[in-house]
């Protein structure tokens, strides 16, 4: 009846909006990723997780910046260096300026370091700047002071390091290898860079191979410490392989510390020989090269020496 009425009117018929809801809510549920309307362009596809741009990071307010830039300027600091600070240690955008004075005051005051000297220290290590003095800055010099290593005001970088969890875990290691206590100690207070040197990553395969393939013991590394300043793959192996061939047995600096065509020149005229002894007028003249050719770990000795 209704629908004869509404034909006589000339009426459209009435569309059910509930039930195209229902049926559209279905077609969600059931594809969620066709969203396509006829006479429409499809929407573009959403961007995978990996394109979508990382967050600005936040920055400090500017006063602290600015009292910051303003202390670190009055120390001497050139104006260049303060970006380079900055991006190697961020931490100086958002420490208070009384922090950074702070630990200023502590370097030239207690540590010795002369004011002259602070632009070279800070641009080494700006991470001092960030170290709290009381926890940190303090304790370690106490520590290098009862070890005995000499010319600390020159060594201003190592102020930065944890006693607990950088300095006494390589003693540790030392001790590892069968060295004494007092052994251990001694190695670290004459060749203080040991302390920057990682213990997985540099020391323990560098001992292992002089334990295992070179057939030596940890007494040598007492003797030269500077060992692990060595790079293993293009120093070390190559030399110890080289004197291998040959039958001959070098003192470690003999073997490392010559530049390529000196030691050449060396392993040339020892075949099997006994090189002098430590003690000898002849060991400098014949195992400290002579030609200014630095040996091919002391850049990485250099950037050890400065490892957070």
């Known amino acids: 009846m209704e629908e004869l009425l509404l034909r006589h ?9 509930r039930r195209r809801l229902r049926v559209a809510a279905v077609a969600l549920r059931t594809r969620p990723t066709s969203l396509a309307v006829p006479g429409l362009p499809p929407a573009p596809a959403a961007p995978p997780p990996s394109l979508l741009l990382a967050p600005e990071p936040v920055l400090p307010s500017p006063p602290v910046a600015a009292d910051t830039a303003a202390v670190l300027l009055a120390a001497g600091v050139p104006p260049a260096d303060l970006r380079r600070a900055a991006g190697m240690c961020p931490e100086l955008l958002s420490v208070p300026a009384e922090a950074i004075a702070a630990a200023l005051r502590f370097l030239t005051e207690e540590a010795g370091v002369p004011e002259a000297d602070l632009p070279r220290v800070l641009r080494r290590r700006p991470r001092l700047l960030v170290s709290p003095v009381a926890a940190r800055l303090r304790p370690t010099l106490y520590f290098l002071r009862a070890l005995g290593v000499p010319d600390l005001h020159r060594r201003a970088d190592l102020l930065s390091f944890s006693v607990e969890g950088k300095l006494l875990p390589r003693i540790e290691f030392l001790e590892s ?3 004494p206590s007092r052994a251990a100690r001694s190695m670290a ?5 040991l302390f920057g040197y990682g213990v997985e990553g540099n020391m323990r395969p560098k001992a292992e191979y002089l334990l295992g393939a070179m057939g030596r013991d940890a007494d040598e590394l007492f003797e030269f410490p500077e060992y692990f300043s060595y790079a293993l793959a293009t120093r070390i192996v190559p030399r110890h392989e080289a004197c ?3 039958g001959v047995r070098l003192p470690l600096p003999a073997m490392l510390r010559p530049g390529d065509a000196k030691f050449r020149a060396t392993l040339a005229g020892c ?4 090189p002098p002894r430590r003690r000898s007028p002849l060991w400098h003249a014949t195992w400290v090269d002579d030609d200014g ?3 091919a770990g002391a850049v990485e000795k250099e950037a050890a020496a400065v490892v957070m």
Do not use: E, I, N
């Open 9 to 17: 009117a000339g009426l459209p018929r009435p569309v059910a909006p």
């Open 177 to 179: 290898l069968g060295l």
């Open 189 to 193: 207070r004459r060749f203080p860079a």
């Open 244 to 246: 291998a061939v040959r």
């Open 271 to 274: 075949v099997g020989s006994t």
């Open 293 to 295: 050719d630095d040996h």
